[in-house]
DNA sequence: CGAATTTGACCAGCGC
DNA sequence: GCGCTGGTCAAATTCG
């Protein structure tokens, strides 16, 4: 878990602010047994290696320096103890008693550095869980709302009295559940409903009827899960093309007219990640394969297009370019959502994606009226062209825990968004390369970035444990409940497909990816479809870069500590870039 | 030698 | 219809 590689960066921390030297031992004494050498002298034995099995710090290999250390650990924290921890034990004594100091000291100088230790681990203990109680109950409340949906569904309305089936449609809205990253209007066409049963009563054939377990998928369209996949493997590959049909197998199905839909919204769908990033591409866990460089116009940087190469048939695409007024600022633009299991280091993105898609989507297929009546600022632009509906979040600010933990930089949205119901490239753009300006985080922070534009009331979204919990109370209207609650008002059915992508995920690297934003909670003040899916961009931003620990994802300002990240929801990935840091 | 990248050609969409 | 532009293809080239 994450917590758990937390715990580790605090250790090696703690360790490295020691200088790796524990009081008392003599530098000779310190230096011989931390470069492991002098295994005749010190009768010291142990290889790195045999400490790396320990659950905690297996991420790496631990230097000798830190084996000292841990030696100390080992005779009083049995919790630490690694697989082979009787010769450690063995070692440690050895250790000691070739040792020249008195070895009340080093006990004393172990405790201490112990009960620091401890009294993190306890801290970090109470929130987790804190947290998974959380979860549990957002899961709760969740699973109350699909199944209020389903009992709406069920009832009879003029409307339903129209449809055929009506086991059928109830059938169906559990299905929308799992359409993860598909609003229900898409799903237009006897074929693709049929198509998406089947899938249903194929998966139920294959074990996987409880509904509750497909619910928790993970974002790669995590309509298949590890178990799924296991099952599957027996399948032909169509039936696995009828499970997950990209656009091609769709091809076979719908009308012309559909396909071009479903192509054109789903292509339309984008996330453009602005990182201060030296590096030609950004790290984010994914594979990809080059398969263009073209010049755009307006930017003399090439734009490279990348394919996602974890799976060969995954249509998730990037766009690779630096912002020509600022070339330290790399550009990558995400395109599509994944088709298969993802790294751990690639989750983010991939939530991210989704999110969007989800978002661009739902707003698209969401009426006009639907908007004037969430948000009146939201004026739908079918007739005024692209971009002109706009709406601006005054601040969007994120707490986390780890403002108590300085090697967690204190995450904080600034964030101006706009977006458009009618448009050629609805983009969502996370801007990771401004600073952030804390003195006026109180929902005032003056936009930059869309000065002219509307405002709406601040939408502070407080990923904070219960421990040191503050939600912003200048936010207006907060609403009763975090989660699924919040994301029950008021939101079309379709929208709430969106939750399981943030919710648990059978993955389990998904699940590790995700779930501290997750858990956490999201505080929503504004239970719009906008700001539903605006919490999966958010959680996807605020699990990558937590789970990167604030380095690689993030450019160097992210490293610095502190850092601002805007969302925008916009048309043109072009014109957002420049907005950002470069207002026209 | 296979995989990845480069790069020019090609195609489709859009505006005029 | 034409030109511009973004996006993709695929042969050539480079790399490990």
Redesign the pocket.
């Known amino acids: 878990m994450l917590r758990a590689f937390e715990m580790s960066s605090l250790l090696n921390t703690t360790m490295e602010e020691k200088k790796m030297k524990p009081t008392g031992v003599k530098d000779d004494d310190f230096e011989s047994s931390s470069t492991g050498t002098d295994e005749e002298e010190h009768g010291v034995c142990v290889e790195p290696d045999q400490i790396s099995h320990n659950s905690l710090l297996s991420s790496e290999k631990l230097p000798a320096t830190k084996m000292v250390f841990y030696e100390q650990c080992v005779d009083q924290k049995p919790s630490l103890t690694p697989v082979g921890g009787s010769s450690l034990e063995k070692t440690s004594k050895t250790c000691y008693s070739s040792d020249h100091m008195s070895e009340d000291d080093r006990l004393e100088s172990a405790r201490a550095q112990m009960g620091l230790v401890r009294e993190e681990n306890q801290r970090l203990k109470s929130i987790l869980s804190k947290i998974v109680k959380d979860y549990q109950s957002l899961q709760h409340q969740f699973f109350e709302v699909v199944q209020e949906e389903k009992k709406v569904e069920m009832a009879p309305s003029p409307n339903k009295l129209l449809l055929p089936h009506s086991q059928e449609n109830n059938e169906e809205a559990e299905l929308l559940s799992l359409t993860l990253g598909l609003s229900s209007s898409r799903l237009k066409t006897d074929g693709e409903r049929k198509n998406i049963l089947t899938t249903q009563s194929e998966s139920a054939k294959n074990g996987n009827s409880d509904l509750k377990q497909e619910l928790s998928l993970g974002s790669y369209n995590g309509k298949i899960t590890s178990c799924d996949r296991e099952s599957l493997k027996d399948t032909k590959e169509g039936e696995i093309l009828k499970i997950w049909p990209p656009s091609k197998v769709l091809k076979t199905v719908r009308s012309d007219d559909e396909q071009?839909m479903e192509q054109t919204q789903s292509k339309r769908a984008r996330v453009c990640v602005r990182v201060r990033c030296d590096a030609p591409t950004m790290e984010d866990g994914c594979?990809?394969?080059?398969?263009?460089?073209?010049?755009?116009?307006?930017n003399p940087c090439p734009?490279?297009?990348y394919?996602c190469?974890v799976s060969p048939s995954c249509p998730v695409?990037k766009?690779v370019q630096r912002c020509a007024e600022d070339m330290s600022v790399l550009i990558t633009t995400y395109e599509g959502n994944h088709n298969h299991p993802l790294p751990i280091s690639a989750t983010a993105m991939a939530f991210a994606t989704s999110a969007a898609t989800s978002m661009v989507q739902s707003c698209s297929s969401t009426s006009s009226q639907q908007q004037q009546q969430q948000q009146p600022d939201l004026r739908p632009s079918a007739s005024s062209g692209p971009a002109s509906a706009t709406s601006t979040g005054g601040l969007n600010g994120i707490d986390f825990p780890g403002d108590r933990n300085p090697k967690l930089p204190r995450l904080y949205f600034s964030n101006s968004s706009s977006i458009s119901t009618c448009n050629?490239?609805p983009t969502i753009t996370l801007d990771l390369t401004s600073s952030p300006d804390f003195s006026n985080r109180d929902g005032h922070r003056s936009s930059s970035c869309f000065p002219s534009l509307p405002k709406l009331p601040s939408t502070f979204l407080s990923f904070s444990s219960s421990s040191s919990s503050h939600l912003d109370t200048t936010t207006h209207k907060s609403s009763s409940g975090i989660g699924p609650s919040v994301l029950n008002h008021g939101v079309p059915p379709q929208h709430q497909l969106y939750q399981p992508q943030l919710g648990p995920v059978t993955n389990s690297q998904a699940s590790r990816a995700q779930s501290l934003p997750d858990k956490l909670g999201i505080e929503a003040t504004k239970a719009t479809p906008l700001n539903l899916s605006f919490q999966s961009a958010l959680a996807a931003a605020m699990t990558s870069f937590v789970g990167d620990g604030a380095t690689g994802f993030l450019g160097d300002k992210g490293k610095e500590g502190g850092f601002g990240l805007n969302l925008k929801f916009g048309d043109d990935p072009a014109t957002q870039l420049n907005h950002s840091d470069h207002p026209r």
């Open positions: 071009v594979h990809w394969r080059k398969y263009g460089q073209k010049i755009a116009k307006g734009r490279g297009y394919r190469t695409k766009q050629s490239r």
